[in-house]
């Protein structure tokens, strides 16, 4: 079974730039998460989506951050603009939908970006 | 607030040398506990789900138990392989949503 996928694996800009991350979950999960996960902290959740509606923006910077899962299964979150204190390793996860018995979370391999 | 404080943030130990890993919590309502392991430019790997006080799980040299206000992860017989942050999460029911909210980790560092 293919895990999360995540691209890019690596991003450099500079501050007040704008930048794309994309995301394929596992196939057939209805849940994806973004979480951001700063340099020795865990990760912090950014948003989560059911299918292709939100369930929980709380913590996302929407004055600069924005996210969209059009068609329920890849997702994409965008900064514009980013500033220093973003950089950080975006983490997306999936998992099945609640209440089908299994909660975990299965992580991809993060995004690294560095804001200069 | 739901809250996860691990400690100690760092452990090195000699390969065979067995130890516990601690999370600490606080939740509304614990819908799950959770282990994972994340190695150097890697996204967390799933190891354990616990959802209530008193439960167990095991898998090699790793072993989970839960209580009411924390989790020890066990580590018996450590290899160099072991060797990695282990984050702990919780899931609360007062949440809006299911997401996960992590401690900061504790960092194994095992030699031979």
């Known amino acids: 079974e293919a895990g999360v996928a995540q691209s890019p694996r690596y991003k450099i800009i500079e501050k007040r730039q704008s930048v794309a991350f994309w995301c394929n979950p596992i196939s057939g999960h209805a849940t994806l998460y973004w979480y951001q996960q700063i340099l020795g902290q865990g990760p912090k959740l950014l948003i989560q989506f059911q299918n292709n509606g939100v369930v929980d923006d709380s913590q996302l910077p929407k004055d600069r951050f924005s996210a969209e899962r059009l068609k329920g299964v890849d997702s994409t979150l965008k900064i514009q603009p980013a500033k220093l204190e973003d950089s950080a390793v975006y983490l997306c996860?999936?998992?099945?939908?609640w209440g089908q018995g299994s909660y975990e979370q299965y992580f991809g391999p993060g995004t690294r970006l560095t804001v200069t | 607030e739901d809250q996860v404080t691990q400690s100690p943030e760092a452990l090195r130990l000699q390969e065979g040398e067995s130890s516990s890993l601690n999370c600490s919590y606080t939740?509304?309502?614990?819908?799950?506990l959770f282990w994972y392991r994340q190695d150097p430019g890697k996204g967390p790997e799933f190891l354990f789900t616990l959802y209530s006080a008193g439960e167990e799980k095991e898998k090699e040299r790793l072993k989970a138990t839960l209580t009411k206000k924390e989790s020890f992860l066990h580590i018996t017989a450590p290899k160099p392989e072991d060797s990695a942050t282990y984050l702990c999460?919780?899931?609360?029911?007062?949440?809006?949503?299911?997401?996960?909210?992590f401690g900061k980790g504790t960092t194994l560092s095992v030699s031979s």
């Open positions: 996860a999936s998992s099945l939908e």
């Open positions: 939740v509304s309502g614990l819908r799950g």
């Open positions: 999460a919780v899931q609360g029911r007062n949440q809006a949503g299911t997401a996960l909210i």
